[in-house]
């Protein structure tokens, strides 16, 4: 039996510059984010009692890399090396070897170079485990080096296979090292521990194949909940259980209410900080749906988003609400169509009065489509939709 972890992503020092208008608590509350989540993740690697930790890159964040970060990492790892955890580490493309700073970690820590390597580890139950990876050199790609990764046939032991890179079917943008399935899976490895995508994955259960996900969100691309993956059992199967280790949460929630006056949303608004406190520190993007069609003023906006923002550097744990969005819903029962009868949404004559003086512009209609094939009922349903949308902006700029 063998029980280890599996992290990646730690991006130490990301910059949140645009956070910096906070109050200072909460501010320096998401500065030390990361550092929080990491220690957790340390926690539950001694309660747990694993085997070793694997770090699959991006433990910095390019040059924000800080003396800070690297003493921190040193202390962390040392609380591991007392109880005889070792930690293996890959650096990806954030934190490549050419921009390190120290190699001075404990002894129980081992760094990949630069070409793909094996690091044999034995477990507290005796089996002799074979982990392989590479860190990158530089910020660049290496689709080569899966190639170099070995094969475990005929060999011994369980094998675990480290990857800082990106799944070919991915939508991320940042394309390091892609790789297909069919690559890593001809390696025969019990395990590849994924590392690049700030999303938890599970892209294949023969073997087990996990992206991780980053250990705390940073913004609203990154929502909900990070931690790592706690991976155990044998040569045989290996299962993982996530564990949620963020510090603060990042996401996105909606509220349908019939209050319309500032008052009400202020409270409705405060009712839903209340009931998701719980859950811990957390920016929320907060959608409302108010059953109204009359919009807010702008000067009431302002008041309502002072106020909900008053006394959170106060809370154990604050909710922000860092975007507040207005949606105001129509009366879909009453539609302004059913005000027409039915034989003037079929006269044909009454519309091709409407629609002649625009066709015949000759400058006009080489771009229209042949109105003849419109739908009537979706015509009006779209021009009651531009009208109100219009009538709501002149009543913003009153």
């Known amino acids: 039996m063998i029980k280890f972890i ?8 990301s910059p949140f510059k645009s956070k910096s208008h906070l109050a ?15 220690k957790k993740i340390v926690d ?9 930790l694997l770090i699959v890159g991006d433990l910095f964040d390019n040059e924000n890399r800080t003396l800070r970060a690297e003493v921190f990492l040193k202390e962390q790892f040392k609380r591991l090396e007392k109880e005889q955890i070792f930690v293996y580490i890959v650096h990806g493309n954030h934190d490549p070897l050419t921009e390190r700073i120290t190699d001075d970690w404990p002894d129980n820590v081992s760094v990949f170079s630069n070409r793909v390597e094996t690091y044999q580890a034995i477990t507290k139950e005796g089996e002799t485990i074979n982990i392989h990876g590479f860190s990158y050199q530089n910020n660049a790609s290496y689709e080569n080096k899966i190639d170099e990764y070995p094969s475990s046939q005929g060999a011994n032991g369980i094998h675990i296979g480290m990857l800082h890179g990106t799944y070919s079917k991915s939508s991320t943008k940042d394309r390091y090292t892609e790789f297909i399935l069919e690559d890593l899976k001809s390696k025969l490895y019990h395990y590849w ?17 996990h992206y991780s996900g980053n250990i705390q969100g940073r913004h609203f691309g990154e929502q909900g909940e990070k931690g790592c993956l706690l991976v155990e059992g044998d040569s045989l199967k290996l299962t993982t259980k996530f564990i949620p280790t963020q510090s603060i949460r990042f996401d996105t929630a909606t509220i349908d209410t019939d209050k319309k006056n500032k008052q009400g949303i202020y409270e409705v608004v ?16 907060l959608t409302l749906n108010i059953d109204s069609e009359k919009a807010i003023s702008p000067q009431d906006i302002s008041q309502i988003k002072a106020m909900i923002d008053e006394y959170e550097e106060n809370e154990n744990h604050f909710v922000v609400i860092e975007d507040l969005i207005f949606n105001y819903i129509q009366n879909e029962d009453t539609p302004l169509v059913r005000e027409f009868s039915k034989d003037l949404i079929d006269d044909t004559k009454l519309f091709e009065e409407a629609m002649t003086e625009l066709y015949l512009n000759p400058r006009a209609s080489k771009y229209l489509d042949d109105y003849t094939a419109f739908n009537k009922v979706e015509l009006v ?16 700029d009153h």
């Open 6 to 13: 599996h992290c990646a992503d730690l991006h130490l020092d």
């Open 24 to 38: 200072p608590k909460i501010f320096e509350d998401v500065q030390n984010s990361a550092y929080e989540s990491f």
């Open 44 to 52: 539950i690697a001694l309660k747990e009692e694993v085997d070793f």
């Open 193 to 209: 521990a994924l590392g690049h995508i700030h999303e938890r994955q599970e892209l294949s259960d023969m073997p087990p194949i």
């Open 270 to 285: 405060q009712q839903f900080k209340d009931s998701v406190r719980s859950q811990g520190k957390a920016f929320y993007r």
């Open 381 to 396: 349903d779209r021009a009651e939709k531009l009208l109100k949308e219009d009538m709501r902006g002149d009543n913003n």
